[in-house]
């Protein structure tokens, strides 16, 4: 009877909202504008109307988040750009989410997607960035950067699969290059989550559904230990999917926490263990579908997957005397990944196909340190000081190889790294006036990268003369060599108000990301031989690459209840240069601009009732003209190319690809701390051009996901999650590039000689997806765990039949 109660009343929810199900493919919804109760500010930005008012006299803030004594649940920095955005650990899971990487997704206007398996770090999409892996969007929990720099399979691979998002203490979002403390990876924002550092009670939850989905979790906590307290956590997954080939992930989790004091007076000291293996389904082409040769959930090569580890060791200290606050944080990590994909099928290698193995072990060691000093008024204004340094190096083993069905025959490169950097920053705000305040402040950066090859003969890809001989393509000792580079970065942000509980800020900054220390030193390809058999020379790229941006906006409160933003940005990128693992060569992009409106609401009317929406609009183009691929598209229209068709997706342009126009979220969430409570969250990010002639666009993608659930008083804990329930069979993610299959036309003239070699090259043009799973649901069983008394209490059966809030 409580099933059937739970059902008719999720029924009900969604009956109301059917109507979204014809829009997820073709038009934005209208979102409803709201948000979750924020957590209560450290100090006030906003007051009556008309009348502005000092904060309260704190300590400096060498921390993101001030966590006031003696008040529950992280607080909210003052926030210097009306794009920054806090979010309680409490609010993150609040919305359902069916990888721990969505849970990001809280961010207002961030799309966390995946082409490949369940243990591959999520695609990240963000202010019109197609962020690949990471990119430009920088990643830290706990003080630790998780983007990877001069990694195997993608620059700035930031892997968020082993987040327990349970332990979320807060999320932190800056957007764009304006904060002294953001480094590499920056550029279109910054995020940083905290876990807690105690834990009040033990829990377990389970947690079993559609496709295979099984989860078990479970944190106790000891208290007076070593001086301090602790808590321990065990994650356990099992998720085979929807695909032909099932993903098979298999995934263990576990965190050690040792704490003292609070986060500015205090000391920590973690350990992380995960480790994930997995098949994966990869995104296909559409022509294959359409013809029927694959179903959607087919694979073209069932061997593709990877495994993956991560183990990490940080402590932090900190100590606030008077007006000074001391902050140090440490980290040791040692990460691994190998990583089987096949994209082009059968396009360079026609008899033995085009799978590739990419492999990266590694070990970093890193230091974050920052001083904040609060000066005694000058001149009758306040003014506090922040120096920090951030340190890390990275002694990396990573390569690229190919291979047939695992079975590896030739490598393209096979590296050892070492590549190590040091930022020094530094800003200081300064409140002129009661509604006047300003931030001013820079940083440098210096990287020095050393690159020595591990290619020998024997393993160096095997290639054919023009004379028909086989040769050995061994590139890999002239691919060497040291590469430095060094950026000042100013910043600026200005904040006016409040005036009637209206804040209006004004934001500028430069920042940077690095770029593949492989392609800062290379000179030869990898992978083909020039017309009179020798090296083909390649260009190498600069170690590092600005960017510069600029924001005003607005942050309002007038309304009770409601804390709404609204922000204008503009970035302009020197390159949107990288270097492309999946092939071991370099593309030095074009400089980019990208500008845009993001607006973001929160609103919760009464306690039991919340709702967010936000919605951003992007215009995102290259600037300048791509010769390289002016080039390659006159070669493609010649008379004995032409009739191919493969020039069309190849002309150039200033569409980026996937860059996405219009993202937008919609959230509501009902119930009180304990009885009945529920969730929806709706996602939309609109069609794009794949690329840069805009020849190929990806479809609207709409999804719907939905909650209901029950908490007993004593901590036990139903939960019923629906993902994607109205069943969009769009895509969960989309790409347009050249591809060839033995069902092709055009393979047979490859194979016998008949088509020119330059469409033999680039294969046919064509989308290739990975669809939106399908409609799933995912039943979850909490209660308390306490070792003293193993599992405590037993729930009220009779309280599931208690009223809903009024």
Known sequence: MAVHLALVRLASILAALSPLAALAQTALPTIQVGAHRAAPAARSHVSAPGRPVHASPQAPRVSPVVAAVGEPGPKPPPLTASSEKFFTGKEVNALPFARPGDALEIVPGLVVTQHSGEGKANQYFLRGFNLDHGTDLALYLDGMPLNLRTHGHAQGYADSNFLIPELLSYVLAHKGPYDAQDGDFSSAGSIYMQYKDTIDKGFFQVTGGSFGYARALAVAPYRDFAGGSAYGAAEAQYYNGPWERGDNMRRINSVLRWSRGTQEDGASVTFMGYANKWYSTDQIPLRAVNSGLLSLWGTMDPSDGGATSRFSLSSRWSQTEGNHATRVEGYVVRSTLDLYSNYTYFLAHQNLGDQIRQFDYRTIVGVNAQHAIKWADVNGAPVETRIGFQGRYDDIRLGLQESVRRQLYDTLSNNAVGEGSIGLWTDTAVRWTPWLKTVAGARFDYYNAAVSSRQTLLDAPKLVTSAGLPAFLLAGPFNQGVKNAALFSPKVSIIVGPFYKTEFYANYGEGFHSTDARGAVLRFSTSELADNDGFVQAASIPLLVKSRGAE????????????????????????????????????????????????????????????????????????????????????????????????????????????????????????EATGWFGALKYRYFGARALTEDGYFNSPATGTLNARLGYRWSDGWRLQVDAFNIFNSRSDQITFAYGSLLPSDPLYAQCVAGVAPAQVCGVGVMDRHLKPLEPAAVRVTFAGPLNFDASLVGAFDRAALFSPLPN
């Open 552 to 671: 005003i906006g607005a942050r309002a409160k007038f309304i009770e209840g409601l804390d709404s933003s609204i922000s204008l940005f503009w970035l302009n990128l020197e390159s949107e240069n990288q270097f492309v693992g999946d092939s071991g060569t370099t593309i030095f992009g074009r400089p980019s601009r990208r500008y845009g409106l993001e607006f973001a609401n929160k609103y919760a009317p009464n306690s039991w009732i919340r709702f967010d929406g936000d919605v951003a609009l992007v215009q995102a183009r290259y600037r300048g003209v791509d010769v390289a691929q002016t080039l390659a598209w006159l070669d493609l229209i010649t008379p004995d190319a032409a009739p191919y068709g493969t020039f069309l997706g190849n002309a150039p342009g200033n569409y980026l690809p996937n860059a996405i126009a219009v993202t937008a979220m919609g959230g509501l969430e009902l119930g």
